[in-house]
């Protein structure tokens, strides 16, 4: 399926999201070991291709769930954002599990790691990305690679902590209790999270050299800098 087409198809129910069966999560764990299954867990099937408005409306979309870092969207295009006409458009305008979706299949790897951000900014929709990957046909990369973005949410969340919510208060914790146990990982609550983190990129590894613990915790740092401009824009109430 391309991009595009995801972005387009229904999804279902955003309230009850199917959960991933325990046996099924094993098969996301085997090595990675040849070049071909690496690509296709970096960027997709290798006709998958995404041109500059699909990538600018998957932007344009998480800026509604507060992801705002990314370039390419309406904003540098200097044209109306179609999801804030009128500027104060809620999330309820966009589909989450399509836009999950959408962001787990795309070839773009800032993209794909933008559902960690998402994450980051909005923990209680962790259901919603569980039924993502749970609805995810079987032969497809994306399964593997959302996986581990998800396990990745929760590890920086526990680094990042307090500084992921714009009063300075604890996070609602992103709960991967069951995926953590059924893949016998380490908790997020071990150290301060490197553990899953390592952990999490280790399902990714393979022939090819990526940097995914960096390129995550790049994430992080964009979204610490949201969050913190948040708190400095904020009004102050009398």
């Known amino acids: 399926m391309s991009t595009q087409a995801s972005i387009q198809a229904p999804f279902g129910s955003e309230s009850a999201p199917a959960v991933e069966r325990e046996e099924n999560l ?8 040849t070049v071909a299954e690496h690509m296709a867990v970096l960027w997709g099937p290798p ?3 995404l041109d500059d408005a ?5 932007v344009d979309r998480l800026a509604v769930y507060d992801v705002t870092y990314l370039g390419g969207g309406s904003k540098d295009a ?18 989450l599990p399509a836009l999950i979706q959408a962001l787990a299949q795309t070839p773009n790897g800032r993209l794909r790691d933008a559902v960690i951000a998402l994450l980051l900014r909005h923990p209680e929709h962790m259901p919603v990305a ?20 998800l396990l990745a949410a929760a590890a920086l969340q526990r680094i990042g902590a307090a500084g992921l919510t714009p009063d300075g208060s ?6 991967i209790t069951d995926l953590v146990a059924a893949l016998a990982l380490p ?8 553990p899953l983190l390592q952990a999490a990129a280790a399902l990714l590894a393979g022939p090819l050299p990526v940097d ?25 109430r009398p």
């Open 26 to 33: 094993g098969a996301l764990a085997s090595p990675i070991t």
């Open 47 to 49: 006709d998958q291709c």
């Open 54 to 58: 699909a990538l600018g409306d998957l």
């Open 78 to 95: 200097h044209q109306p954002d179609p999801y804030r006409e009128p500027p104060h458009a809620e999330p309820a305008d966009v589909s």
């Open 130 to 149: 569980r039924g993502v990957l749970a609805a995810l046909p079987a032969g497809d990369s994306a399964r593997r690679a959302l996986l581990a973005r």
């Open 170 to 175: 604890l996070p609602t914790p992103i709960d």
């Open 187 to 194: 908790a997020p609550s071990e150290g301060d999270g490197t």
């Open 212 to 236: 995914w613990i960096g390129g995550w915790r790049d994430v992080l740092a964009h979204v610490l800098q949201e969050v913190a401009w948040t708190r400095t824009t904020a009004p102050t």
